[in-house]
């Protein structure tokens, strides 16, 4: 018999452990961390979460295309350029909305009453993400949980967990960079049902924030876990007998193909009454939609519903895609299709929700049939979502009527759904967000757009509104020839003037009158004469070395663009040196919403912009471009801050200006003034602008470029029309015109008023159409109407023809007679780039226009091939 110590311990059996058991441990792992990262952020200041809160906004924006063009290729579905819009508005208009919102500590205090409210976090947030809104959904709920102090952890769809991933990292890197607990953020890299529902139940998760379909909103409420969820969307329209047609068609049209319909707001069915029903008909199809037969329309309802479920292959995919599923020919640029019935149910798959380019027409003898006929629609599928109604603005009783029978959170009024209901864009007062409660009519917690407060069921019944506009300029501007030292006397009382000049300006004595006007007044000058043409901010610190020295309390550019530009800019970091241009130069949607505003400049110093060009308008512009000559970077940086105080517009500092310059230049404003006429911002006060100016310049710059300083007249009005085209896209902004010439004049340096001057007739032609395939957003900007405009242009030049067709036309004739006039190059091609590296360089040079800050108020909205397509046209000079 063995002793004790003689047996052999028999050796461990190793155990396996099971998929689920390492995901469970993965995720119980991860829930821990961001626990511990929102436990220490919970005790933040409101100053350290806004610090945060912007970073986030900004990188998020930052990274909008990239992030849109994976969550397209991921998925497969939708529009790169329209996710690019979501990404956008789920920076910047959250950012806007809530940047001053206090969310932590005393929130609300009344003394006398004896209350205070505070403000707590929930604790860690669980974030269900849809395969239809990958990226812009995650930054949206990022942003949200980071104002309030939140954990969030995100679990994507499988579909598109790639880009969703990356969204969340983006912003996760940004807010730690900015001060955040390195786990706040955190992701599921491998999500799969049971995960999401693991996550959901999870005790250490406080609120499911969802999104998707309604199995997984519905997952969400029976989880256990307190949860705000949105429900699905099967948005009805109506359009009464008194609405502006085309308005309400472009409108549905606008929206309904915004990223291949894929968000739940988009219109599913529009129900015209009877007496319009075949106008309607008539104006979709004129607008790009295609009517689908009976035949064809059986074919296509085939395709969207299968099984008695929506067909998930029809998903964000474009209309042509979708008739070709079916066996159904249209044509390729077929924007929408349009299947007329008259049932609701599941015998009627158009009745449903579709996701997808596809809509429902109805017709309703009254307007009574046409609201009954909308209830049915969203209670068959929208409960609580979205309804729409088209009338004139002034029915106040239909528009009241309409809101109240409609069971949906949202009722629109007069706008597109799909951007119109995740507010702020059609209507300032309805919050922005990109989760939509649906209230308890869907079944849902919330029935607002969801924000950090959802307690009531709350109905917002909202009219498509055209928020104030403005047209701001100097607050003086003088002009005539010789009028500079009798306009400088308005400087009367300043003791110091700096000038901004370059070197050739200064050598040609140009500055003598000025200096000697400025010391008979006892100011005393100093000169910067260094700039150069796309001044840098090595340079700008140069001049501000001296201007910090000198202390003046007036500065006066005197030049072209360039010293306009390098003024502003020393202006700017003279009153605010904390300023970061990166920051400045960043992208907005709309200039009253922008993530990073100027303060406000003049408190040291005045700015006079005396112009020696005809042609930037810099003088009455709030524009400026700064260089990084380290770098290569240019901040192109755009805040009505700095719009100069005073513009002196004297004709005799101009009239010496060479051929060339005078052409490039002049081309220069009347771009101006036809980019700035068929802007989705133009208003009344700048088509007076943009239209005299054109005149102006069609009359006499080829006298300008023939006669030189021997023609006094022609030159006063050339310098006229510079300014007024100025003040013009000042306040309307310009167009893709400008966003392709800024990128040429960039890569290749094309001077920029020639780079315009191949473009514009391109330009023209590509924004010619009734029928574009995306519409510039606006809410002013109700329908197509840039030929009309341009018509209209036309015949106030001289150009008119019998229709909007022929004017344009010979509005086109008379540039390109303008341009064989002034000497200018009839390609790309010609004037000298290298066509190898031009084609190798085109799709990166097509993105990098697409993304200017003048591509949002063109009026037709390009797709980055469009743009590729006008750049090609240009280079080889079709």
């Known amino acids: 018999m063995m002793s004790a110590k003689q047996v052999k311990a ?32 919970a005790e933040y200041s409101q100053e350290q979460v806004d610090r945060i809160f912007s970073a986030a906004a900004l990188a998020a924006n930052n990274a909008r295309i990239p992030l849109a063009q994976m969550a397209v290729t991921e998925s497969g579905m939708g529009v790169v350029e329209d996710k690019v819009i979501k990404n956008h508005f789920a920076a ?19 003394e006398a009453m004896g209350i205070a409210k505070v403000a707590e976090p929930v604790g860690v947030i669980a974030g269900i993400v849809p395969t239809t809104n990958p990226t812009s959904t995650a930054i949206f709920k990022s942003l949200l949980a980071l104002k309030t102090r939140n954990g969030i952890i995100f679990s994507p769809h499988p579909r598109a967990k790639k880009c969703t991933v990356e969204a969340a990292r983006i912003v996760l890197e940004a807010a730690v960079k900015a001060g955040a607990p390195e786990d706040i953020i955190g992701w599921i890299a491998e999500p799969t049902v049971a995960l999401s529902g693991q996550l959901m139940s999870h005790p250490d998760v406080s609120l499911i924030l969802a999104t998707g379909g309604p199995g997984m909103v519905k997952a969400a409420y029976s989880s256990g876990t307190p949860a705000v969820g949105v429900g699905p969307g099967n948005v009805p329209v109506v359009i009464g007998d008194t609405s502006d047609i085309k308005m ?57 519903q299968v099984d008695g479920k929506l067909n998930p292959k029809i998903v964000g995919q474009s209309a042509y895609k979708i008739a070709e599923m079916a066996g159904v020919k249209v044509p390729v640029g077929t924007k929408v299709l349009i299947g007329e019935t008259d049932g609701v149910g599941p015998d009627y798959p158009f009745s449903r929700e579709k996701l997808s380019p596809v809509l429902a027409l109805y017709k309703a003898e009254t307007y009574e049939d046409a609201v009954e006929n909308a209830r049915k629609l969203l209670e068959y599928g929208g409960l609580g979502h979205t309804s729409v109604l088209y009338t004139n603005s002034q029915n106040f009783d239909r528009a009241k009527y309409y809101g109240h029978v409609m069971m949906s959170s949202r009722t629109l009024v007069n706008m597109p759904s799909s951007q119109g209901a995740i507010g702020d864009i059609y209507n300032f007062a309805l919050n922005p967000s990109l989760t939509l409660g649906c209230g308890s009519w869907g079944g849902n917690s919330v029935s607002e757009n969801v924000t950090p407060k959802h307690l009531l069921n709350i109905k917002s ?39 901004v000049t370059d070197k050739f300006l200064y050598s040609t004595g140009i500055l003598n009158d ?101 042609g930037t308008g810099s003088e009455v512009t709030p524009f400026a471009v700064i260089t990084d000559e380290e770098t290569g970077n240019k901040y192109p940086l755009a805040d009505y801050a700095l719009t100069p105080n005073m513009a002196i517009i004297d004709t005799q500092l101009v009239m010496k200006m060479p051929k060339r310059l005078t052409a490039y230049s002049g081309i220069d404003a009347l771009t101006h003034a036809l980019e700035a006429r068929v802007s989705v911002m133009a208003s009344d006060y700048t088509n007076a602008l943009a239209m005299e100016a054109a005149k102006l310049v069609f009359s006499y710059l080829p006298r300008c470029f023939n006669n030189g300083a021997m023609d006094e007249e022609a030159r006063e009005h050339m310098h006229n029309a510079s300014t007024m085209a100025g003040m013009a896209f000042a306040n309307a902004f310009l167009g ?133 397509e006008m750049l090609l046209n240009v280079y080889y000079g079709k």
């Open 736 to 868: 893709v015109c400008h966003s392709m010439a800024h990128k040429l004049g960039g890569m290749y340096h094309v001077p920029h008023g020639l780079a315009n001057a191949m473009l514009i007739c391109e330009v023209i032609k590509f924004n010619s159409t009734d029928c574009p395939t995306k519409q510039g957003t606006f809410p002013q900007y109700k329908y197509p109407h840039a030929k009309a405009a341009y018509a209209n242009l036309a015949t106030y030049c001289g150009f008119g023809g019998r229709n909007d067709d022929e004017s344009v036309a010979n509005l086109i004739k008379a540039i390109e007679k303008l341009k064989a006039e002034l000497e200018i190059p009839k390609s790309l091609k010609e004037y000298g780039i290298d066509e190898k590296t031009f084609l190798a360089q085109l799709d990166e040079l097509a993105v990098k226009a697409f993304d200017d800050q003048c591509t949002g108020a063109n009026p037709r909205y390009p797709l980055i091939e469009e743009i590729k």
């Open 514 to 614: 000025l200096l000697h006007q400025l010391d008979n007044m006892g100011i005393a000058t100093e000169v910067f004469a260094d700039v150069e043409p796309d001044p840098t901010i090595q340079l700008a610190r140069k001049g501000l070395e001296r201007i910090n020295s000198f202390q003046p309390d007036v500065l006066i550019a005197v030049g072209g663009g360039s010293p306009m530009d390098a003024t502003k800019i020393m202006w700017l970091m003279y009153e605010h040196p904390e300023i970061s241009f990166e920051d400045v130069a960043m992208r907005f949607m709309d200039i009253r919403k922008r993530i990073v505003r100027l303060p406000e400049l003049g408190k040291k110093a005045l700015m006079v912009a005396v112009p020696t060009t005809s």
């Open 248 to 304: 309400a068609v472009s409108s549905i049209l606008q929206s309904k193909t915004f990223d291949n319909g894929m968000i739940c707001a988009s219109e599913q069915s529009v129900t015209a009454l009877a007496s319009i029903y075949d106008e309607v008909k008539k104006e979709f199809a004129y607008r790009g939609a295609y009517i689908l037969n009976k035949t064809e329309a059986k074919k296509v309802g085939d395709v969207i």
């Open 10 to 41: 028999e050796p461990a059996v190793k155990v396996e452990k099971t998929q689920d058991e390492r995901d469970r441990e993965m995720l119980n792992g991860l829930i821990a961390r961001v626990k511990a990262a929102q436990v220490k952020y």
């Open 461 to 499: 019944i909202v009219k498509r509104r055209e928020n104030m506009l403005w047209v701001r300029i100097p607050q003086k501007v003088y002009f005539k020839y010789g009028c500079l030292p009798t306009a400088i006397g308005d400087l009367e009382g300043r003791k110091k003037a700096f000038i």
């Open 92 to 110: 910047e208009y959250i950012y806007n909305k809530y940047r001053d919102m206090k969310t932590c500590g005393v929130i609300e205090e009344n």
